[in-house]
Structures are given as structure tokens and as C-alpha cells.
């Protein structure tokens, strides 16, 4: 092979290589006892996603229609890909941010930890990346090993070490219907390479049981991924038991990387197969939508509700491949950059609050938050706000977009039941603003004399910020705003890096 | 040339107060901030009134910058004779809200005021949009605010009431918001409102959004059978909600079939007059009905207002100068009357802890000013001569008799049952001997109270003596609406 060929390659997916680099010094670096190893391990975390997002940033195809495929057509860059290594980086460098303060409580601070979310990272980075199914699957599995090590990593709760179980045959079972999906596809057309199979399958004859077959089990792989109904059964279990940075992580990074494989495989090159999923599809995002809000009603461990939310938040985002065009794509888009600014804001939340370890996570723990924490209070109602899809937060924006699009196709009825469903779903999230706002966090005695300036003189003792908090919550908290009130920019994003999604 | 963008200013100065309130140190300084804004914010509105210039239909006092083009959205304001009018009503009541409150609320304050001051940049901004989506973002906001005043703030069943409030609305909202989008493809990608009226849609889109859009308002509204949310949010929420709530927000629903289902919709709008009309009946007759039937003040009145909410929508489908000039002017009048009878019961509430009817009596003779201002407040509510509510149910009764008879008849009725309810609610509360709950602590009229009903008592006569300023700043607008339905529909 031509040793230009070679150093385009590496190029290209330098980083990648970035990333395990990082991840393995991190590995290096926790093996060296210090006192402030965790502080260090952070560092070098950060330090190693800000170089690969500089590097991707260097590398981001200009004008953005380019599209560069390397290792002889099996990996890409392009917008598609740049923009989700953005959304990846950003997910996982808040979800390092946010695991210091966990770890320290629960006791649990291993330099593993950090080691595992890079390599997680480089997986999810590959999947975006891939253009042939076996390099996506690969980058799947290095991302789903990482994660199944991370949800047991709290090694003495029963709850931890349980869900990991769970999501190891899951996550395997779900594996295998993916890979033999892969194996008829490759069976049908001799290829596994994506812009190969555009071209295989334009002539097929889309009534050929196999073909049905291996669309079936594609999708099905995939939809395990995201957790969609009804292959949605390991969410909340995982959810609950998983550290609560992991939870963060799973419902934000895995689910963004699995969305952008469903996106690239589906309304890229398996477009002409649109006939076979489309109703199906249709059927399971309302499903999934009315499944997670109706559910969510009766939850009271905040970490299954968020499950149940990110559940019908699936549904609502499978809405834009259904509406199958470019507008209905860059929703999707904008809808995982705000969402994962609105659910880390409040996942931090979660954690800053959750201090007993035994208690773990009832919904009591927002109980009184306004009286204690006004500024605290005032982020998390409005990530509340913006989950639920009120004006004037990112998440009505969103919403709104992915709407546009699916009534742009034609699909006024959908519309309508999606609506009804979200305004289901803000009935749990409205729960949680009224403990926060209503509910005292103790018995207070006088209630009507008790003056509510500022956080003092009351039960809950004082939540520390620390300074990685802060960044995190300052973050998530001016993306929920600020693309709600100027969602021009964000969307001109979007757009940008969908465009090039549709065209290989 | 760029003229000043006074819309923007008035929208936007309460929020800047509200975002400048954490940094006020004590509750007392936090009130008279608050109170500052507001009539800050009074003052431009009625500058704004007196500027408008009535012989004009065009939108006055325009803004317009983009937002998101690349979706055809606009941040774009403007005000008719119409919107001019409940720009003015919502700065007035946002600060005799205030003054409402000022003793009533003692927990919390600093929350209260900025709730108080974000739903009023809100529902200001909701009157000067142009543009459907900034429309859409503005009214779908209001609810938070709303939400927070009457979960909070409220009485013992306050969640319950605060749920319902907020779901009914976001169910109806979000319909609303299809309805939108469906215009948006149809009227060519553009969400400006000037361009999406007179637009010539197909009638089976017209209907379906009609639809959509009617949920919608009547929710808001409210119209039976959507009202039931009403009683609840009502009796619970603290007074400046109620005054709030019936003032302005309940208007939101009116102002939008006036805003877009008669100039966007006018076939479709046609077409449904006769269901309008009948709910509209229903509601005025069956409102009354059940105000008379009850023996807590704030239900008398929440019920009282589905009965002359039901005028309102009455009055805007019969597609006449009388019903539609009725429909806006008893849109004013209610949100004056309705208003100060909910914050007459907030001060005898503040009193006496009791909103229980049969355990007052004689109460013009305990507190003669307190007295004499309620029963004139439940005079104009009941429509006497003389009064706003005259000049507003007079026109809207001329109006349906020019379009449906009948319907005349049942508003007639309601008029009368209204009589009935509001009278026993006069007899029995102020006429007859003293009475006063247990534990009751009685005392007049103070300044602030004073301060706060002289400006609606001015009102409630002016407009029932001399309605002409109103009518004519309506006629020029109303008259391009009509010309808009009419025109296209019949």
C-alpha cells in the first residue's frame, strides 16, 4: 500500500489515536500512588479530549460538503463526523467533570475510571467515524466493554454489580442480532462497506425474505442500543444502578454514538430499504414515547425516572428519521447537542445532592432545594423546563425542530399524538419542580415566618461547589439557555453537519 | 432608519427588573422596586396609547430583526388598536398586582416578584408579536411563571390546582403549536403573521387548524366544556394570580381567535360560527348557572367569568361591528371588573381568612369604603347602565341579534341570571346585619388599597359614561378585521 495512503490514513484518524494515547498514560499515570492522583487523572483526561477536539477541529472537511475516506474506504471524516466527535467530547469531558465529587463519596476513586471513559470515548469516536459495519461494530463493542466495566465499578453495591451483569448479556445478546444482521447483509451483497452497499442494495428486490431478515435484525441491534420499545428493558435497571456519572454518561455520549450509527447506516446507505423499517419504525417511536412518559408517572428513584424521560426522549428523536429528510436529520442533531446540555446539568444536579450512600437516589432528594439553594433550584428547574420542552429553553427548540421536519414530510398526525405524549412527560418533570419549589426538605417549624433569603439557617447542610462542578453546571446551564433564546447558530450547526450525512 | 424600539422596552423592562432582583437586599426594598418598575413600565405603555394613532389599521410602532432565518423566524413586533388597548390593561394590572400582594404575600417574596414581573414582560410581549413563533414562545412561557405563582403562593390545594392549570394549557398549547406549523408550510415557510393572513388556504387546512387553534383558546379561554381548570386555579391561586389570571391570561384566548383564526381562517372561521356561537351560549348560561349555585366568593366570581367569557366569544363570531366591538371592549371591561373583584376578595380575605359567602353580612357598614367600591365593582360586573359592563354586553347583545336571534335570547338570560348572582352576592355581603367570620380583624380602606382600586373605579366609569376614546381607537382595526373575514368568507 502506498505509504501516502498510510500517513492520509493516520492523518485522519489522529484523533482517535489522540485518545488512546491519553487513555493510556492515564493507565500509566494510576498506577503511581499519590495523594492527588485523581486530580492528576482528571487533568489528563481533559487535557486529552481538548487535544483531540483541536485536532478534529483541524482536521473538519472545508467547504463541508468534502467528504475524506481513509483505510480503503472503511473510516470517514466529514461535517457528520466532525460534529459528533464535537458532541462526544463534550458529553464525556462533563462527565469527567462531574465523576470527581461522585467517586469521592462513594469511595470509589480508581484511575481505572478515567481509563475506561477514554477508551469508551475512542469507541464511540470509531463508530461515528466508520464507514464499513464491522468497523462500526468494532467501535460499538471497545465502547460497550468499557461501559460494562464502568457500571460495576462500585465494586461493593450489590445495585452496581447487578446492573452490570444485566447489561453484559443484554448488551451481548443485543451484539449478536446486530452482527448476524451484519452477516446476511454481507451474505446479500458481499460487502460491508456503506457507500459499496448504497450501490448493492439501489436494485434490490426490497420483497426478498433475507433482505427483510437483515434490515430486521440491523435495526433491531441498534434500536437495543438506544434503548428504544420495546428493546428498552435494560434501561431503567442500568440507569439506577450504575454510578450516577456512567448513568450521565450512557443516557448522553452512548446514546449520541449510537444515534449517529442508526442516522449513517439507515438514511445513508440503507436509504432504498427505506420501505421496509419506515412504518415499523413509526410504530416503535410512538411506542417508546408513550411507553417512557406514561411509566415515568409513577417512578420515585430519580435516576428511573431520568430512564423513563431519556426513553421517551428516544422516541421523540427516532421522529426525525421518519420524517427521512435532511431537515429531519438535522433535527436529530440539534436535538442531541441540547439534550445532552440539559440532562448533564441535571445528572450534575443529581449528584450534587446524592450524599448518603445507602439512601440512593429517591426523588425527595430535590425536596426543599429552593429554600436551601436558590441558584441551584432556579439551573435545575430550568433543565427541568427544558426536558419537558417549555419555551424558552433549548429543549422547545428541539422539539420544535424535529416537529418542523416531520410535518414538513407530511406527517401531521404523528405531530399530533407526539405532542399529546410530551405534555404527558411534563407531568413527572412538573412533579419534580414542585418538590423543589413546594415541599419543605425537613419539617421547618413556623413554615409562614420563615424568611427565604439566601442559603442560610436551614436543615440542608450546605452543598459544596467545587470548581469542576461549577464549569459543569455553568456549561450545561448556558447551552439549555442559550440555545433556546438564540437557536439560529446552533441549528446553523446542525444543518451544516447533516447535509454531508445524506450525501455518501 | 431605525426608530426607537419602544415595544421592545416595555416588553423587556420587567424582565430586566426581574434579573435585577436578587440583587435587592430586604423584602421591604424588593416591593418597591418591583412597585417602581411596574408603573415605569404603566407610564410607557400609556405613552404608547397616546402616541397610536387611531385613524391608521397598519401595525404601529414596528420592530423587526431576524432570529432564525434560516426557519423564516423573526423577532417581530407591532401593535394595532386591539393590542395597543391590552398592552395598556396588562401594565395597569401588573402593578395594582403588586400592590395586592404587598402585605398578602410574606414568604418568599423575591420568588413572588420575579414570577410577577417575567409573566408581565410575557404577557405584554404576547400583545406586540408579529411573528407566530415569537408568538408561540411568549405564550407557552407564560405558563411557568403562572405555575410557580399558583403552586407557591397558593391556597391548601394549591398542587392540585397548579397541575391542572399548567397540563390543560400545554395540551391545548401544543396543538396549537401544530396548528402553526401546518400554516407555516402552507402559507409558504414564513411564520410573520401579516404574511400569513389573507393568505388563500385550502379550505380542508383551514378547518384543521381551525380545530387545533380552537382547543387551544378555549382552553385559554375558557369555553365549556374546557373550563373545569378554571374554579380550581382561581380559589387557589394568591390574589395577584386571580387578578392575573382573569385579567389578562383569560384574554390570551379571545385575543387569538382575534388575531388569527378570523384573519387567517375566515372560511374556516365561518364555517364554525354557529358551534362558536352555540358554545358561547352554553358557556354564558351555563356559567351563570353554576355561580349561583355557589357559596365561595372566588368560585362565584371564576364561574361568573366562563358566563361573560362566553359574551366575549359570543361577540367576536357574529361577525358584525356591534357583536366584534363589543367582544374587545367587554375583553377590557372584564379584565377591569374581574380583576377588582378578585382583589376586593383578596383584601376581605387578608381580613378575615374566611371566602365563605353566608358568613358575611353587612359589611358597608363595618367598612363603608371597602362597601360602596365592591358594589360598584358588582354593579359594572352585572352590567348596569352606567357602567363599563353595560356599553360592552349591550353592544355584544346588538350584535348577535344582527346574526343569530337566539343566541341574543340566551345571552339576555345569562345577563339576567347574572343579575341574580350578583345581586344575592351584594345582598348578602354587604346589605343586612353585621356579620363576620370568627376571628375576623376589620379595618377600612388603607392608602395602598385605595391606590389600588381608584385607578379601576376610573375605569369602570369612564367607559360607561364616555366608551367613545376606546371605540374609536378599536374602529379603524375591527374594520379591517371585518373586511378580512367577511370579505374573503362570505
Redesign the interface.
Known amino acids: 500500500m502506498d505509504t501516502d495512503l498510510i500517513a492520509a490514513s493516520v492523518r485522519a484518524s489522529s484523533p482517535e489515536i489522540i485518545v488512546i494515547i491519553g487513555a493510556c498514560a492515564a493507565l500509566m499515570l494510576s498506577l503511581w500512588p499519590h495523594q492527588d492522583q485523581q486530580k492528576y487523572l482528571t487533568w489528563l483526561s481533559l487535557i486529552t479530549i481538548l487535544l483531540a477536539s483541536a485536532q478534529t477541529l483541524q482536521l473538519s472537511p472545508r467547504p463541508v460538503n468534502i467528504v475524506e475516506t481513509t483505510y480503503s474506504g472503511m473510516f470517514v471524516v466529514d461535517a457528520f463526523a466532525t460534529y459528533f466527535k464535537m458532541l462526544l467530547y463534550l458529553g464525556t469531558a462533563l462527565t469527567i467533570l462531574m465523576s470527581g465529587k461522585f467517586l469521592q463519596t462513594e469511595e470509589a476513586v480508581k484511575g481505572e475510571y478515567y481509563v475506561l471513559l477514554l477508551f469508551a470515548l475512542a469507541g464511540t469516536m470509531i463508530m461515528v467515524s466508520g464507514a464499513d459495519l464491522l468497523i462500526i461494530y468494532i467501535g460499538l463493542e471497545l465502547q460497550a466493554l468499557s461501559i460494562y466495566v464502568l457500571t460495576g465499578f462500585l465494586k461493593t453495591r450489590g445495585r452496581s454489580v447487578e446492573a452490570a451483569l444485566k447489561y453484559v448479556i443484554l448488551g451481548a445478546f443485543s451484539s449478536g442480532i446486530l452482527l448476524y444482521g451484519l452477516s446476511l447483509i454481507y451474505g446479500l451483497t458481499g460487502s460491508t462497506q456503506l457507500g459499496v452497499l448504497n450501490s448493492a442494495l439501489a436494485t434490490a428486490d426490497l420483497s426478498e425474505p433475507m433482505l427483510i431478515l437483515a434490515t430486521v435484525f440491523l435495526l433491531v441491534g441498534l434500536l437495543f442500543k438506544i434503548g428504544a420499545v420495546p428493546f428498552h428493558m435494560w434501561v431503567p435497571d442500568i440507569y439506577e444502578g450504575a454510578p450516577t456519572p456512567i448513568t450521565a454518561y450512557l443516557s448522553v455520549a452512548s446514546k449520541t454514538a449510537a444515534f449517529a450509527v442508526l442516522l449513517r447506516v439507515f438514511m445513508g446507505s440503507l436509504i432504498g430499504l427505506e420501505p421496509l423499517w419506515s412504518s415499523g419504525l413509526a410504530a416503535i417511536a410512538v411506542a417508546t414515547m408513550a411507553l417512557g412518559s406514561l411509566v415515568a408517572l409513577v417512578q420515585d428513584n430519580i435516576k428511573r425516572l431520568l430512564a423513563y424521560s431519556s426513553i421517551s426522549h428516544v422516541g421523540f428523536l427516532l421522529l426525525g428519521i421518519i420524517a427521512g429528510t435532511t431537515s429531519g436529520m438535522s433535527a436529530i442533531l440539534l436535538y442531541l447537542l441540547i439534550y445532552t446540555f440539559m440532562t448533564l446539568g441535571l445528572f450534575a444536579i443529581v449528584i450534587l445532592l446524592h450524599r448518603d450512600v445507602r439512601a440512593g437516589e429517591p426523588l425527595t432528594l430535590f425536596s426543599g432545594l ?2 436551601s439553594h ?1 441558584g441551584l433550584a432556579f439551573m435545575a428547574m430550568i433543565f427541568l ?1 427544558s426536558l419537558a420542552g ?3 429553553t433549548g429543549g ?1 427548540f428541539a422539539k ?2 424535529v ?2 421536519a416531520l ?2 414530510a407530511g406527517h ?1 398526525t404523528l ?2 399524538i407526539a ?2 405524549l ?2 404527558v412527560a ?2 413527572f418533570y ?1 412533579r419534580l419542580i ?1 418538590l423543589i ?2 415541599q419543605p426538605a425537613e419539617p421547618t417549624t413556623g ?2 415566618a ?4 439566601g442559603p442560610t439557617g436551614h436543615a440542608r447542610a450546605a452543598i459544596l461547589l467545587s470548581a469542576p462542578m461549577r464549569l459543569v453546571l455553568l456549561f450545561s446551564f448556558s447551552g439549555t439557555v442559550l440555545s433556546g433564546i438564540f ?2 447558530w446552533f ?2 450547526m446542525a ?1 451544516q453537519a447533516s447535509l454531508s450525512g445524506l450525501g455518501n | 432608519m431605525t426608530p426607537f424600539p419602544i415595544l421592545s422596552l416595555v416588553i423587556f423592562l420587567p424582565a430586566l427588573a426581574a434579573l435585577m432582583l ?1 440583587l435587592v437586599r ?2 421591604r426594598a424588593i416591593r418597591w422596586f418591583t412597585l417602581t418598575a411596574l408603573l415605569l413600565d404603566f407610564a410607557l405603555a400609556s405613552g404608547l396609547l397616546l402616541a397610536f394613532d387611531s385613524e391608521s389599521a397598519a401595525m404601529q410602532f414596528r420592530e423587526s430583526y ?6 423564516g423566524i423573526g423577532y417581530k413586533l407591532g401593535v394595532d388598536g386591539i393590542s395597543v388597548l391590552f398592552v395598556f390593561l396588562t401594565a395597569l394590572l401588573g402593578w395594582i398586582s403588586v400592590l395586592a400582594s404587598w402585605s398578602a404575600i ?3 417574596v ?2 413572588f416578584m420575579i414570577s410577577l414581573l417575567a409573566i408581565q414582560s410575557l404577557m405584554i410581549g404576547v400583545f406586540c408579536a408579529l411573528d407566530l413563533f415569537l408568538f ?3 405564550w ?2 407564560m ?2 411563571p403562572m ?2 405563582i399558583i ?2 403562593w397558593g391556597g391548601d390545594n ?2 392540585y390546582a ?2 391542572k392549570f ?2 390543560y394549557t ?2 391545548g398549547s ?2 396549537f ?2 396548528g402553526i ?2 400554516l ?2 402552507a402559507g409558504g415557510r414564513t411564520f410573520d403573521m401579516l404574511a400569513l393572513m389573507g393568505q388563500p388556504y385550502a379550505f380542508p387546512t383551514q378547518a384543521w387548524v381551525f380545530v387545533a387553534f380552537l382547543i387551544a383558546f378555549a382552553v385559554k379561554v375558557p369555553m365549556v366544556p374546557l373550563h373545569t381548570w378554571l374554579p380550581d386555579a382561581h380559589v387557589q391561586a394568591p390574589t395577584a394570580g386571580s387578578i392575573i389570571l382573569a385579567g389578562v391570561l383569560l384574554k390570551m384566548g379571545a385575543y387569538g381567535f382575534l388575531r388569527f383564526s378570523l384573519p387567517m381562517l375566515p372560511d374556516a372561521s365561518v364555517y364554525f360560527a354557529p358551534l362558536m356561537i352555540a358554545l358561547s351560549a352554553l358557556a354564558i348560561v351555563y356559567g351563570g348557572l353554576l355561580a349561583l349555585a355557589q357559596s365561595d366568593i372566588k368560585k362565584l366570581i371564576a364561574y361568573s367569568s366562563v358566563s361573560h367569557m362566553g359574551f366575549i366569544t359570543l361577540g367576536l363570531f357574529t361577525f358584525n361591528m356591534n357583536g366584534l366591538s363589543g367582544a374587545v371592549i367587554q375583553m377590557f371591561n372584564h379584565g377591569i371588573t374581574t380583576g377588582a373583584l378578585f382583589l376586593f376578595v383578596g383584601l376581605i380575605y387578608e381580613r378575615t381568612h374566611s371566602r365563605d359567602i353566608p358568613a358575611y353580612g353587612g359589611l358597608i357598614k363595618v367598612v363603608p369604603l371597602f362597601g360602596i367600591a365592591m358594589a360598584a365593582f358588582l354593579l359594572s360586573s352585572m352590567a348596569l347602565p352606567g357602567t363599563n359592563g353595560f356599553v360592552g354586553e349591550l353592544l355584544v347583545i346588538a350584535g348577535a341579534f344582527g346574526s343569530t336571534g337566539w343566541a341574543a335570547g340566551a345571552a339576555v338570560v345569562g345577563a339576567l341570571i347574572g343579575a341574580a348572582y350578583l345581586l344575592g352576592l351584594y345582598r348578602q355581603m354587604l346589605l343586612g346585619e353585621v356579620r363576620l367570620p370568627e376571628g375576623a380583624k376589620m379595618w377600612d380602606l388603607n392608602a395602598r388599597e385605595i391606590a389600588c382600586a381608584v385607578p379601576l373605579l376610573v375605569f369602570v366609569f369612564w367607559l360607561g359614561l364616555y366608551p367613545k376614546p376606546v371605540l374609536t381607537l378599536l374602529r379603524a382595526t375591527l374594520e379591517q378585521l371585518l373586511a378580512q373575514v367577511i370579505g374573503t368568507g362570505a
Open positions: 429552593a429554600q436558590a423546563f417549555i419555551p424558552p422547545f420544535f425542530y416537529l418542523v410535518i414538513d401531521v405531530a399530533v405532542v399529546l410530551s405534555a411534563a407531568w412538573l414542585m419549589y413546594i413554615s409562614t420563615a424568611p427565604a433569603t437557536p439560529a441549528l446553523a444543518r | 436578587p430586604d423584602d431576524d432570529w432564525v432565518p434560516a426557519l410574606q414568604t418568599r423575591r420568588e408561540y414562545v411568549l407557552e412561557a405558563l411557568v405555575y410557580l403552586g407557591i394549591r398542587i397548579a397541575f399548567f397540563l400545554l395540551a401544543l396543538l403549536l401544530i406549523l401546518v407555516y408550510f
